[in-house]
């Protein structure tokens, strides 16, 4: 089992499901309940939160590396796919889409950016939908930002670029 075990350097940049990119910002020995534990400390800067993740556990919690560029890939042509429309009830949608944020994998984390975005000449979304939205793009522009050694901002302008190219080709245009 201590094979499994990840391993993060400090300065490395993490994925933590919940919380989206951080940084290894230290390692910890602490002693918890008795018991000596190592602690990878983790720094969100966009939360201003710092998590300790005990080393062991890391795995576990679906803490990650940085994805790869095969992945960063897909997720970008992810980006260009036909959004999926769901009839269902908007409680159930959005409870998958918070779901496929919060698990992490920045492929699904593309869809539901894909699936949810509006471009300026589409009917409006309802504040939840945009909460939702930039919530998902803005953890995808953060793990791009760090794989592309830019700033999020930048990132993000990158994908609505990618969104605002490839969403009017999936929606029809009424002329009148």
């Known amino acids: 089992m201590a094979a499994n075990v990840l391993s993060f350097d400090v300065g490395d ?3 933590y499901p919940k919380h ?4 290894v910002i230290e390692l910890q020995n602490e002693e918890i309940a008795g ?6 400390v ?9 998590l300790r993740v005990p080393t062991n556990k890391a795995e576990g919690v679906g803490m990650r590396k940085l994805s790869s560029d095969k ?3 897909e997720a970008m042509e992810t980006l260009k796919a036909k959004p999926k429309v769901k009839r269902s009830m908007w409680s159930r949608r959005a409870q998958e889409y918070e779901a496929k944020i919060n698990s992490g994998d920045l492929v699904s984390i593309a869809e539901v950016t894909r699936d949810l975005f509006r471009a300026d000449d589409q009917p409006e ?3 939840s939908e945009r ?5 998902a793009s803005s953890r995808l522009a953060r793990e791009l930002a760090a794989m592309e050694e830019t700033d999020e901002p930048t990132a993000l302008a990158k994908i609505l670029e990618i969104l605002n190219i490839a969403a009017p080709q999936y929606y029809d245009v009424k002329e009148d």
């Not at 983790?42 to 710092?50: D, G, Q, S, V």
């Not at 909460?131 to 919530?135: R, Y």
């Open 20 to 23: 989206g990119v951080g940084r």
């Open 13 to 15: 940049y993490v994925v």
């Open 131 to 135: 909460q939702i939205f930039e919530a």
């Open 42 to 50: 983790l720094r969100f800067e966009k939360e201003r939160m710092t």
């Open 125 to 127: 979304q309802s504040y």
């Open 71 to 73: 992945t960063l890939k």
């Open 35 to 40: 018991m000596q534990l190592e602690l990878y």
